[in-house]
């Protein structure tokens, strides 16, 4: 049931449940000050009574006369000097009240905002890759700011709906108890105002459906020119790409808009009607039923502030409204996320002793044709394997269900004969080192990109793992050496020197697998040597899983697999394959002109 069809109620009920979950009874603790507080400012109001009615008659029946009989009670006499102290105290107490609802409210929404943020970001955090993936950085990022953010300001109104509501209820209440016949109009009158409402309301709610959605692509497509930024302005084709910036943001604006302006039809549409109910009811008394104007006075004062209640209930609810998309967005992407979680088993992986083993693998993504199928492989502790292919052949994905990145859609990945669906991946990861194709920094010092934040390390072991990455020397040329800042993704160093980063970091960390997925691809034939010669210290101390398009640098690998179309066409060492005749290994291998 989408919520752009449902009346006040449902809403209200629905919301309630929502809320609930995120602030609990801290929302009564809201509401029950706020009717503190307009009790407080009606007995305010009331005392002014016995100031106004000055003749007997008054005082002998009405208002003037409950008031009265307050006051005896109380021991107060009934003059401006007896009741005026009691006006001013109880309007002081609404102050102080209202300073009390208000800092409540906002620790509230403080809270509440913390509680979502936390649950969509955790929903990410612990989704499963391949979900994530699917989405652009962008959706993701306007869930976790700007959805959250309006989520909260809808709670907050939603909230600021319920004093208004209690207040309008409560002040009613005393209106009828002072003259019944004036809360007939105020029904009435309430009846006109949620007509109107509805109307507004609806027109409202949809265009925060659309405003939620167009924030999204423009948060996604900001985010996509930022990283394109240099390739769009090399090539002319930043005007193009802008285009739609501002059509998208021009869409979030129109939607905006048209909200707006329903929203100021019904703010502009309340005073005339309530100034003519209240012309109508001024008339009636004064010149139909020649009442005594002061005493009509008091009564009007009242029914003056339940329309305003009414108008503030009205106006606060509209604003929710406007929310109401993000609310949605967020409470269903937030849900969708939380159903992709990552399957865990829960056993502990601490080292690899005997092998990582493939047994009939099958692997499909969810948007895909099958990438890989019928896998079957067995890679010994401690060796080092190499996967071959063209690009697009499947080697990524391998890699991937290696390391528990991707689940297999058939068959079993094995390690050590446990199924690493029943591993706790954490454990495994904690591993694993991974060189990603694209190599990842962060926008911090060098030495922080090489230990992650971790202070286990000391600079003499930081020292070891740049030197054997051979970045040690760029990195002291650099003005600050290792505590220089290298930019977003490391835009301050050249595609070798952001490689050469990503492997001192794991190197470092000397895992138990280590994966380097064309991770020297962009390096020099020199460096690229002598991390060769790096990895090649490592080789028996570590499983190692190298996927590499130049032939040379595997030439070390105790094993080789050519994948091509998503099955293993070739394996064997690298001068068995490199030797066989007609082999496909052979062939690249003269391609690229690596002797054998
Ligand atoms: N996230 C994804 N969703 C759908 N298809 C994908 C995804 N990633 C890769 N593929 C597809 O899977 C195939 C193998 O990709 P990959 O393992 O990255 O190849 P390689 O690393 O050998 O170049 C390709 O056809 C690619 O289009
Ligand atoms: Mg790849």
Redesign the pocket.
Known sequence: MTPLSDGLPFLFVRYMRLFWGFAGARILVIVGLTLVMTYAEGIGIAFFFPLFETNAQAATSGPGATIKSVLDALHVPNTAAGVLPIIVAMFLAKGILQYVTFRTQFSLLRHVTRKMRRRALSAVSHADY?HV??ASAGFYTNLVINEVNRAAAGFSYYVRSLSPLLSASTLFLMVSFLDWRLSFVCVVMGAVMIALTRVTGFMIRRQSLVVSRESSSLTSLLIQMLHAFKYLRSTAAYDRYEDRVWRTSDRVLDADFKASIANALLVSLAQPVMVAFLGAILYYRAVVQEQELASLFIVLLYFFRVMNEVFALQSSWQTFCGYLGSLETLRESTEATELAAEQHGSERFEKLDDAVVFDHVDFT????RP?LENINLRIPAHTTVAFV??????????V?LATGTLRATGGKVLLDGHDIATLDLTTLRGRIGYVP?DAVLFDDTVAANISLWSDSYTQEQLRDAAQRARCLEFIERMPNGFDTQIGDRGVKLSGGQRQRLAIARELLRSPEILVL?EATSALDSESEVAIQQSIEQLKGQMTILI?AHRLSTIRGADRVYV?AD?KIVEDGGFDELAAKPGGVFRRMCELQDVAH
């Not at 993504?365 to 895909?368: C, D, F, Q, V």
């Open positions: 391949q993936a699917n993504y969810k948007t895909g990438v292919g063209g690009s697009g052949a499947g080697k990524t994905t391998l991937d194709q997925d996927i994948l998503g």
